[in-house]
């Protein structure tokens, strides 16, 4: 079991070579061990695996955009034999695709090619939903199309449990579907603001893990249930200093029972 | 009694006048809804209300009164209570004023208390609803936790929403066991999402009719009936389309449910 840092959370402190750098550091002095990160544009990936090993960081997927995997499976191989990993993580879905019931179909096809190939190749393939997978059609939400029409052994899922509790569902009830085909999860916390009257848009925010309202006992529970591995802290948005923040969630999942072999 | 209920609200915009308010009521009768959560509205009097519903075997699950009225209110609160031949009272909202903080919540659940005892001298049943703003949290506590905590279950029940347990980002087949025996009835409504333009986060939630959206209806009603729940009362805040459709969909889909 282990704990992440996606790294999108400190995208502000990473602009440069040298901020990075010291990013790094300090995630490493927080006590992550592994990152989730995508190749910076100002780096090629034999540095980005240079600076993290420097670091003692090491990187826990490889990102591709599912379109073009089929054509870049060559590359994605190399980049991920140099990153050490074995797992390709992709990026959402577009809105070409969430209008209807059909188009998650379309969609689910597209991972499905991806997936396949990537297992071919000996790479695990996980898709990152949010909220917007769980809209409602009359043959059921999105995400049990793309859970349904989908191979177990070739196309994984990063859910997050922010994202799974602003779309209405109970995260500990909802992980249960991803039995199997979850290594990794996104941990953030979920807390509302105080909004004006009885609006249901109660603005919500994104805050540390062990933080906010959600349920983090029966989450870690079916985490555990459904076999994953890996607990990602992303937060989309800090409040205050972003790497306060991301302590506090390295150490809350500590105290929830998550230990980082 | 049915289990199945109807807070009045979600007819709002079919109930203006005393025409459309009765015509509202017989199509809720051929809906098959008998017990209504029901203010007495401005046209009428609490006499003629209780007489239409009579007419019409329905049946008030509660009188109305705001927290600050009901002090200074309370033979009028009994004489209302009589003519719909209910023993509950459910009241509104914190005050604006006192949600701001930990003191504030404080304050609101001793005046709780001291209204739900002047109650219970007049044999009603105090009941108070929140919604989601009870969930911000003010250090390591919440609005919730203090009303909850500070309130005698003796004096002051609660009525939960499961759509406003949600919104606040509660599991609420998990967070209704904090109400067990101190709830009756429960606020039921669905949670779905929709789409709008741009980051692919940006998924608003609205109202829907129970069984239409994401909210984990087996894992509730099992709770609910664990800690007592004894009505399920429909409440959709704002719906699209035909109120009467969107009612007897929540209806259907509740006893598809199990509920009678």
Redesign the interface.
Same mark, same amino acid.
């Given at each position: 079991m282990g704990i992440s840092i996606q790294m999108y959370t400190l995208r502000d402190y990473m602009k440069t070579k040298s901020d990075l750098d010291a990013a790094l550091a300090r995630v490493a002095a927080i006590g992550y061990k592994t990152v989730q990160i995508s190749i910076p544009p100002f780096l090629e990936v034999r540095d980005l695996q240079i600076l993290l090993a420097a670091h003692g960081l090491r990187a826990d997927s490889v990102m591709a955009p599912t379109a073009a995997i089929p054509e870049q499976l060559d590359p994605i191989c190399q980049k991920a034999a140099i990153l050490g990993t074995d797992t390709v993580r992709t990026d959402?879905?577009?809105?070409a695709y969430?209008?209807s019931a059909d188009g998650f179909r379309r969609y689910a096809a597209i991972l499905q090619e991806a997936g396949q190939k990537l297992r071919g190749r000996g790479l695990n393939f996980m898709y990152h939903n949010?909220?917007?997978e769980?809209?409602?059609f009359p043959e059921g939400?999105g995400m049990s199309i793309l859970l349904g029409e989908t191979d177990p052994d070739c196309v994984w899922f990063q859910p997050d449990v922010h994202?799974i509790?602003?779309?209405?569902?109970?995260?500990?009830?909802?992980l249960l579907a991803f039995q199997g085909r979850c290594a990794y999860v996104h941990m953030q916390?979920?807390?509302?603001?105080?909004?004006e009257g009885?609006d249901?848009?109660?603005p919500?925010r994104t805050v540390p893990v062990g933080?906010?309202?959600?349920?983090w006992p029966?989450i870690v529970a079916a985490c555990r249930q459904i076999g994953v591995r890996l607990y990602v802290v992303e937060q989309?948005f800090c409040i205050g200093d972003p790497f306060d923040e991301i302590t506090q969630s390295y150490q809350a999942l500590q105290k929830l029972g998550v230990a980082d072999d | 009694m049915s289990q199945i209920g109807l807070q009045m609200y979600t007819m709002r915009h079919v109930s203006g006048d005393r025409e459309s308010f009765l015509n509202t009521l017989d199509r809720l009768v051929e809906i098959g809804i008998e017990d209504v959560q029901i203010s007495v509205p401005a046209f009428m009097t609490c006499g003629e209300l209780s007489e239409e519903l009579r007419q019409r075997k329905m049946k008030a699950d509660s009188v109305f009164c705001s927290t600050v009225r009901i002090l200074d209110s309370i033979v009028q609160i009994r004489r209302e209570a009589e003519l719909l031949h209910t023993d509950v009272l459910r009241t509104d909202?914190i005050p604006a004023a006192l949600?701001?903080d930990a003191a504030g919540y404080r304050q609101f659940a001793s005046d709780l208390n001291r209204q739900g005892e002047a109650l219970k001298k007049i044999g009603l049943a105090y009941m108070y609803h929140f919604? =989601?703003?009870e969930?911000? #949290?003010f250090g390591d506590i919440?609005g919730i936790d203090i009303l909850l905590g500070e309130t005698d279950p003796e004096l002051v029940l609660f009525q939960p929403d499961v759509?406003?347990l949600?919104? =606040?980002?509660?599991?609420? #087949?998990?967070?209704l066991w904090r109400f067990a025996n101190r709830a009756r009835y429960m606020h039921v409504k669905?949670?779905?999402?929709?789409?709008l333009?741009g980051a692919?986060?940006n998924?608003?939630?609205?109202?829907?009719p129970v069984g239409?959206?994401?909210?984990?209806w087996p894992?509730i009603l099992k709770t609910a009936e664990s800690i007592g729940i004894e009505r399920f009362v429909i409440e959709q805040?704002?719906v699209e389309g035909d109120v009467f459709a969107a009612v007897k969909l929540s209806v259907d889909n509740l006893k598809k449910m199990g509920l009678s």
């Open positions: 959402g879905i577009g809105h969430t209008g949010h909220a917007i769980y809209t409602n939400t994202h509790a602003a779309a209405g569902l109970e995260p500990s009830q909802a916390g979920y807390a509302i603001i105080p909004g009885f249901p848009q109660v919500r933080e906010g309202n959600l349920n029966g989309d | 909202s949600r701001k919604h =989601a703003f969930f911000v #949290s919440r759509f406003w949600t919104s =606040a980002g509660t599991e609420p #087949s998990d967070f669905d949670y779905a999402i929709r789409q333009e692919i986060e998924v608003p939630s609205h109202f829907a239409t959206g994401n909210l984990n894992g805040d704002i």
